[in-house]
C-alpha cells in the first residue's frame, strides 16, 4: 500500500488484537501517521497500543513530511475527507474515506484519540518556562517558544503531554486481558504487576515535577513522556 500523502510505500506492523485476532497495520514513517482499514483502530488490545508507543518513539523524527493538502483512500481512490471528532472530552482529527474503507491519522492524532495527550495546565507551562525557552511541536514539528506561546504558532495545537494516568489504565488493561486467557506464563501477572507500578512511580511526581523525564530546547514534549514509557516497555 503507498501512503495517501505521500505515495511510498507504506510499512506493515502486526498488532495483537481482540479475540485472539491480529492485524497489520499499515505506517508511513515519514509522515508520522497511520492507515487503518474500516474498523482495525477499534479492533486494537492494550499490548497492540503499547507495542505503537515503541513504534511512534522508534520513529519519531523532527524532519517529517508536511501532508498532502489533496490524500485518496489507498483502497478506493476517492478523495479523503478530514474529520472532526472527539474522544471523552478531547478533539481529535483524522482524513476519512467516503466509502468507509479507512482513516489516515498522524501519531500525535492518534495519541489524541486515545486519550494519552492532554494539554498543559497554567502551572505546568509556568514550570516548563523556568527549564527550556522552546520545545518542538509534537503535531508538525515545529519550534515552539514556551516564553510566549501556548499553542503551536504554525498548526495551532495547544502544548501537550503525555498522561501518566492513561498509561497506567492501559497497562491495567493489559493486566486484566491477560488474566482472563486460560493459557498463561504463570508470571506473567506478576509481571504486568511489575510494570504498572514501575509506570505509576516513574510518573508519581507529574503534578509536582511534570517534567522530571529528559526534555532539552530541540525534543518534543510527548515525545519526552514517550521515551520514558517505552524505556519501561523494553525494560520488562
Known sequence: MNCPSCSQEMSQEKLDAKYGKSIELDICHPCSAFWFDSLEDLALTPDGVL????????????????????????????????????QRATRFTYWGC??????????????REKNFIRPLSAPEIATLKQNVRTVICSSCGAPVNVETDAVC????????????????????????????????????AVRLLQDRTAVERSFRNTEREPFSFELSDSSGLVEAGLAAVVALIKGR
Do not use: W
Not at 467516503?98 to 495519541?111: A, C, K, Q, S, V
Not at 503531554?161 to 491477560?178: F, I, N, P, Y
Open 98 to 111: 467516503p466509502g468507509d474503507h479507512g482513516h489516515f491519522i498522524t501519531f500525535f492524532e492518534f495519541l
Open 153 to 188: 504558532p504554525y498548526c495551532r495545537a495547544p502544548l501537550s503531554m503525555l498522561d501518566a494516568r492513561q498509561v497506567e489504565t492501559v497497562v491495567a488493561d493489559l493486566k486484566r486481558e491477560a488474566a482472563k486467557r486460560q493459557t498463561v506464563d504463570p508470571t506473567l
Open 51 to 86: 507495542h505503537l508507543f515503541v513504534v511512534i518513539n522508534d520513529n519519531r523524527s523532527t524532519q517529517r513530511n508536511p501532508l498532502g493538502t489533496t490524500m485518496a483512500c489507498p483502497r478506493c481512490r476517492q478523495r479523503l475527507v478530514l474529520m472532526h471528532d472527539m
